[in-house]
């Protein structure tokens, strides 16, 4: 059989299964979820650690996931916004779930998050009421999570250059642009403030969003490789370094 032909059906295949995605994400808020909102752990092979995590507990449900519950509700006190301390909670419970004890996290002065012991490094995405971790014991890591709505199209011109936006698919164009945004964010996470310019100091070069894939990008003079997964409802992108 034509080798071609081959690469060309597979190609159709994970084309289908974006347009299912698609239709999931218009039904997915009728679905049923679990009380069990821990969405699983990735090991990769040099040593970088994923997971995710779907809030829909309340405050006092994530409060009892901890050790010493009295102690972690000290720390929320501070925040006047509900949300806020459900997200606060969720990764820190996340974080437990992937490292199997409790750290403590805290924050450099430009808002980056690290481990207070430096056992690993870490990078800390949310929105809506997902978050999501990335750790390397090693390397820098960057994560970043997007619900996939059209929010995007009113805001890719503050994140993505002429160049990009011109490789963008038009029949999964939400898609597309949410994984954009995400690969943009994630980098940014890493180089911080060494880049000033999004725009044109971060660059992701052409791809055809699948279920899940890489993305190539750069971030000044260095070129990295950024992991990708598309779910119902939300885009995830994770690069280490």
Known sequence: MN???????????EKRKLIIIQLLIAVNNNAKQTK????????????TITGRWHI??????????????????????????????LEFLAVRVLLKQLLGCEKAIDYNL??????????????????????????????????DLERIGDKVFRVKNKYLSASEQSFVEADSEKIHLTLLWCA???????????????????????????ISGIIEGKAGKDEYILNYQVEPEICLVWTAK
Request: aromatic residues 8%; without cysteine; charged residues 30%.
């Open 3 to 13: 080798k071609n032909f081959l690469i060309t059906k597979n190609k159709i295949l």
């Open 36 to 47: 069990d909102m821990f969405k699983g752990k990735q090991s990769f092979e040099d040593g």
């Open 110 to 143: 430009d808002g980056s998050p690290y481990l207070k012991d430096r056992s690993y490094n870490i990078s800390i995405s949310h929105s809506g009421k997902d978050v999501a971790i990335a750790l390397n014991p090693q390397k820098r890591v960057g994560i």
């Open 184 to 210: 943009k964010e994630a980098l940014y996470k890493i180089v911080g403030n060494e880049i000033k310019d999004i725009i044109n100091g971060i660059t992701i070069l052409p791809f055809v969003p699948y």
């Open 56 to 85: 829909d507990e309340t405050v006092e449900e994530l409060l009892e996931k901890f050790d010493n519950p009295a102690d972690i509700e000290k720390k929320i006190v501070v925040f006047l916004s509900e949300k806020r301390r």
